[in-house]
């Protein structure tokens, strides 16, 4: 199949802004992918999976049901009762996937039901998972990659040519991952795509969490998010959003996927092409239906389509504190009002805040105003879904963290900082 510009939009259109067979525009659904940065307690360096990483995933999840397979990665997949799939990550991080849930509190139950045992069993076996956007105490030189299958060898060579965040991201980072409906195509998918990719700096700005780096302050609320804007602009960051309908949006995307460089394969000369420009070689092989969505994977803005929207903008989020991104975006856009009201506060997509919020997080003031406008807006929405959406306790949880953190300009990063200078002051002491 010759791949044309029609047949690119067209693909995108049917498995990127068109919903899966069988999802339903009236029952939403919400998904997550929750990561965590394996270390030994001990030591604190990163967690060998040959030695210690698989054995505790093996050794606990026989005892919870889990059954194993080969991912095709270099790494097993463990799949568990309730239909979640845990992973491996390049430098080592456990990667949780958790089945699509048709109520927030549904989710956030699988969640625990995984993650709160997971943890409490690698303290028992020597090691921590860390609910962290990035190590905080290792340099990358003291993590290697771990998995070497093919796709993970490319990109790391890939990312090596522009910046030592590359290495960083694959290997020593976190995050929170949140999965949206898109809803009915032509009323809710254009405005949610929008409302994301404009909410983006907020979710950074809001769970910031990884100001510190091999043991020092980065002069960054979120050195993850950072990482990410040091990266290839080419297939990061946020999109316009500007499309009003189906096809625009899948025509606005096909742009930005045909101008990123195609990773997975090198041109005559050992350069790295845009997509587009691979199509229009006639001296190789043209590129087929499949290397475009391997191409499409390779990709990653803030928020990525995917038949579903998957919002990439938190660092990893402490368990206890799941209930705060599920109810921010699921309230402000699963409830009607409340997508309207968030479309009204954010405006237009910003590249800029984008940069801001890893950088200052809510304390630049016009990310901590939106900020808090945004989770009123949010829990007013789940609230208005009522308790078959998201619990009482659930709601109320979410409302803690707002309270705690974000009506107060504050982001878990100064918890990071706190913690830090408290562990300084105690080696001065000792000293």
């Known amino acids: 199949m010759t791949l ?9 259109l049917d498995t990127a802004f068109s919903p899966p067979t069988g999802a339903s525009p009236d029952v939403p659904r919400v998904g997550a992918e929750v990561e965590l940065i394996a270390v030994d307690v001990a030591t604190r360096r990163p967690c060998a999976v040959e030695r210690s990483t698989l054995p505790l995933l093996r050794a606990h999840g026989a005892r919870w049901g889990w059954r194993e397979e080969w991912s095709g990665k270099g790494a097993p997949v463990f799949h568990t009762p309730d239909g979640g799939r845990l992973t491996l990550e390049p430098g080592g991080q456990v990667e949780l996937s958790a089945a699509p849930a048709r109520s927030a509190s549904a989710l956030l139950a699988s969640l625990r039901a995984t993650v709160v045992p997971l943890r409490a069993a690698a303290i ?3 090691a921590e ?7 905080p105490r290792n340099p990358v030189e003291r993590a290697p990659l771990q998995l070497r299958g093919e796709r993970y060898a490319r990109m790391a060579e890939y990312f090596a040519g522009i910046d030592p965040a590359g290495a960083r991201m694959m290997r020593q980072t976190a995050a929170f991952q949140l999965s949206l409906d898109l809803g009915d195509p032509r009323a809710d998918a254009p405005r949610r795509w929008r409302v994301l990719n404009a909410a983006a700096p907020l979710v950074v700005a809001i769970f910031a969490n990884s100001p510190r780096y091999a043991g020092a302050a980065t002069g960054c609320r979120s050195w993850r998010a950072e990482g990410w804007r040091r990266l290839d602009p080419r297939r990061t960051g946020v999109l316009p959003a500007a499309g009003g309908t189906p096809e625009a949006c899948a025509e606005e995307y096909l742009d930005f996927a045909l101008a990123a460089p195609a990773i997975m394969r090198r041109g005559d000369g050992g350069e790295y092409l845009p997509f587009a420009a691979w199509c229009a070689r006639d001296r190789e092989p043209p590129p087929t239906l499949d290397d475009w969505r391997t191409h499409l994977t390779t990709l990653f803005p803030e928020v990525r389509p995917r038949g579903y929207l998957e919002l990439r903008s938190a660092d990893a989020v402490a368990p206890e504190w799941y209930a705060a991104p599920v109810a921010l975006l699921t309230g402000a856009l699963y409830h009607a009002p409340a ?3 968030a479309e009204l506060l954010l405006g237009d997509p910003d590249a800029e805040l984008l940069r801001r919020a890893g950088v200052c997080a809510l304390r630049d003031p ?3 105003r939106a ?13 208005a879904l009522g308790p078959a959406w998201i619990s009482g306790a659930d709601l ?7 309270e705690r953190y974000t009506f107060r300009g504050r982001s878990p990063a100064d918890d990071a900082d706190a913690a830090a200078e408290e562990s300084g002051a105690r080696g001065e002491a000792a000293d």
């Open 124 to 126: 028992e076996a020597g």
């Open 396 to 402: 109320e949880s979410a409302r803690e963290f707002f």
């Open 129 to 135: 998972l860390l609910a962290v956007g990035i190590d």
């Open 4 to 12: 044309s510009r029609d047949v690119l939009a067209h693909d995108l």
């Open 371 to 383: 900020a808090a406008d945004l989770a009123r807006i949010a829990l007013a929405g789940c609230k």
């Open 366 to 368: 016009r990310l901590a």
């Open 339 to 341: 997508l309207a009201e």
